[in-house]
Every structure is written in structure tokens, then in C-alpha cells.
């Protein structure tokens, strides 16, 4: 069989897969709620009466789930047109039938979860202390260094490496930028075209980003809180700059040499096995004078992954390494908190100080480098 062939077939039946995740929501968060409720009827009266009020908050979830599926039968709704039926897009084949049988992981169910938080995070009135922290520090020094007042905005290209749903390439381009996001999650790319392409209004979706949450609640009420989404209207109020997403590894898709003005790391340089090619890469695409703008924690997502090979040098070897790539490091700042997706009422609540970072490529290329 064609290399061509066996990739499409991998790829047709990673995205079968994850589809079969989403429709497997209802069913695994069901489960969760029945499993919690067996035990309460198992347990002594006297202390099933102390539950009463427990017991109602269950119910309540199974409600709550119910609104959450709904959306999530919208959001996968035109998944398929979306890979399958375009002729530009991820996946060009017109075999529109599973090559194996879908294979739903409990880590695939647990990033449908996540999917669910990042919505929070990137596109309710909730969410904005969050996006104020990670994004405005971003677009701050964008509209800084390529002010309006002194060039042609929509001739600035800029790059955004994981963009998740696309929240903040969306805010880059409404200031005029011509901004390109990238993404490899197909969770993520899935959940972005809906709230991109199919919110035709603000708050249009109701949904329960802490339903699953059972621990460290203060309140009844605190895990059954609703969320409205998106609190603004992609479609009604679309960008004065031009707005693209790309799907696909960030190592593999980009290979155009010296052609973005800037690119913006947001919670992404520590998705890589190995940061350094990460480093290289931009380097090597943006033009000279070009900036790099990044923003997070070094947690490093593969450095706990059984049969995954992972580096995690440390903030100072991080500097070493972008000096030695060839970057003059402009702002440099390991101080920022931020948060990431976190529960506003819970009782447990996260922070980093993640590291801010903006680099310039020279112009040209000093003398002992060419060596």
C-alpha cells in the first residue's frame, strides 16, 4: 500500500476516534454520577439521610450533562464536512466510513472534558481574568511594536503555534493583523470551527464546565454552574484583519524561511519533545527583525508519558538556548502569573509564574555565527 494511502488511513481513523470520544461523553458521565449514587444506596440509612441534599445535587448533575452533550452534538455536528468534504482540508478522501472500528480511551473522554474548560478559558465573560493575564500581555506588545501609527497593519503577518480555539489569533486579527493559528489537536481544531464558524450570536450556548469536578467544592451549586459561550460572536462581528487556522504539526507545516513578522507562544513552547527544535524553527521562519513574543510555564507534557522521549532544561537553559539559536532576548521576565483553565469557586486553585519572553531576530547575523 501506497505511504500516502496508509497515512490517510491513520489519519482518518485517529479523527473516527475522536469523534467517538465526543459521542461517548453522555455515557461515561452518566456512568460517573450511577457508580456515585450505588454507593449511596449501599451505605446505612442513617447516613443516607445525612445525604438527601447529596443526592439531589446527583440528579442535578445528570441534568447538567444532558446540556453538555447537547452542545457537544452541535459542536461535532459538521465535523465531518469539516475534514472530509473540502477539498482543502485535512483529510481529501471521500470515504466517509470508519476504516476500524472507533477505539474511545479514557484519556480521549478526559480531553473532551478538557475541551470543555478551554471554552471557559477562551470564549466566556468567565474567562476573561485568564485571557487578561496570558493574551493581553501578547497583543500588548504586538500593538506596541507594530503600531498602527507606524506601519500598514494588515501587511504584518503573525503566527500563532497552538492556538487552541483560536480566542487569541481571533483578537490579533480583529486589531487589523493578518494572524495565522496553528493547531494539532484535533479535539481543539473541532471545537474551535464550531465557536469560529456556527456561534451566529453571543451566548447562544449553554454549558457545565465543572460538572465533573467533585472535589474541593464549597458549595452544592459551585459544580453545577452554568456558563454561557461565546461572549462574543466570531461570525457577527468577524475581524478587520484576515484570520486563518491551519491544522497540523507545528515541525511539519511550516518550512517557508524568514516570512512572519511575528509569532506568539501562548502555553506552548513545552508541548515539544524537545523544546530546542521548537526554538529552532522560529527562529528560522520569522524575518530578520521579526519578534517572538511567548507567554507560560515550562511544563513539559511529555516528560511523564511512559515510551516518550522528553528534554526539560530548566528557565536558565532555556535562555542559553535562544541566545544560542541566534535571538536577542529584548524582555525577559519569569514572574507572570497566570492560570489555566481553573475553577474560579473551587477551593484548590493553580498558578504559574510563567516566563515572558520577547526576542528579536537581528537583522543580520553576526560574524562568529556564520562560522
Given at each position: ?83 472530509y ?22 484519556q ?78 484535533l ?27 467533585y472535589v474541593?467544592?464549597l ?31 507545528f ?34 521562519i ?5 519578534i ?27 535562555m ?52
Amino acid at each position: 500500500m501506497d505511504s500516502s494511502v496508509e497515512e490517510n488511513e491513520e489519519e482518518q481513523n485517529i479523527f473516527c476516534n475522536i469523534i467517538a470520544a465526543f459521542k461517548c461523553y453522555r455515557k461515561t458521565a452518566l456512568e460517573s454520577v450511577n457508580r456515585r449514587e450505588a454507593y449511596v444506596n449501599s451505605l446505612p440509612k442513617n447516613h443516607q439521610e445525612m445525604l438527601t441534599k447529596y443526592r439531589e445535587l446527583l440528579q442535578k448533575l445528570r441534568c447538567c450533562i444532558e446540556a453538555n452533550d447537547n452542545v457537544i452534538k452541535h459542536i461535532v455536528q459538521d465535523a465531518d464536512c469539516l475534514f472530509y468534504n473540502d477539498s482543502d482540508n485535512l483529510f481529501q478522501s471521500s470515504n466517509l466510513k470508519p476504516l476500524t472500528m472507533p477505539k474511545v480511551r479514557p484519556q480521549d473522554i478526559q480531553k473532551v472534558q478538557v475541551t470543555l474548560k478551554q471554552i471557559f478559558r477562551d470564549w466566556s465573560i468567565e474567562g476573561q481574568s485568564e485571557r487578561n493575564q496570558c493574551y493581553k500581555p501578547i497583543i500588548d506588545e504586538i500593538t506596541t511594536v507594530f503600531s498602527p501609527l507606524k506601519c500598514n497593519v494588515e501587511d504584518i503577518k503573525i503566527l500563532v503555534p497552538g492556538a487552541g480555539l483560536g480566542r487569541l489569533v481571533y483578537e490579533i486579527a480583529c486589531r487589523g493583523y493578518y494572524c495565522e493559528g496553528n493547531e494539532f489537536s484535533l479535539f481543539m481544531l473541532i471545537a474551535s470551527n464550531f465557536v469560529l464558524n456556527r456561534c451566529i450570536v453571543e451566548n447562544q450556548c449553554t454549558f457545565y464546565p465543572w460538572v465533573h469536578q467533585y472535589v474541593n467544592n464549597l458549595c452544592r451549586n459551585n459544580q453545577i454552574k452554568s456558563v454561557t459561550f461565546p461572549d462574543v460572536s466570531p461570525t457577527k462581528f468577524p475581524p478587520k484583519g484576515t484570520m486563518n487556522m491551519v491544522a497540523g504539526d507545528f515541525l511539519q507545516v511550516y518550512k517557508d524561511l524568514n516570512y512572519w513578522d511575528c509569532i506568539a507562544t501562548c502555553f506552548f513552547i513545552d508541548c515539544a519533545n524537545n523544546i530546542i527544535e521548537f526554538v529552532e524553527l522560529i527562529y528560522s521562519i520569522l524575518k530578520p527583525g521579526g519578534i517572538w513574543i511567548n507567554l507560560g510555564p515550562l511544563l513539559y507534557h511529555f516528560s511523564d508519558i511512559i515510551h516518550e522521549n522528553s528534554i526539560e532544561p530548566t528557565y536558565e537553559d532555556i535562555m542559553i538556548i535562544v541566545i544560542s539559536c541566534g535571538f536577542k532576548i529584548l524582555k525577559n521576565r519569569a514572574d507572570v502569573p497566570s492560570k489555566y483553565a481553573q475553577n474560579p469557586t473551587s477551593m484548590h486553585q493553580s498558578e504559574y509564574n510563567s516566563i515572558y519572553l520577547v526576542c528579536e531576530k537581528p537583522d543580520s547575523v553576526p560574524i562568529e555565527m556564520k562560522k
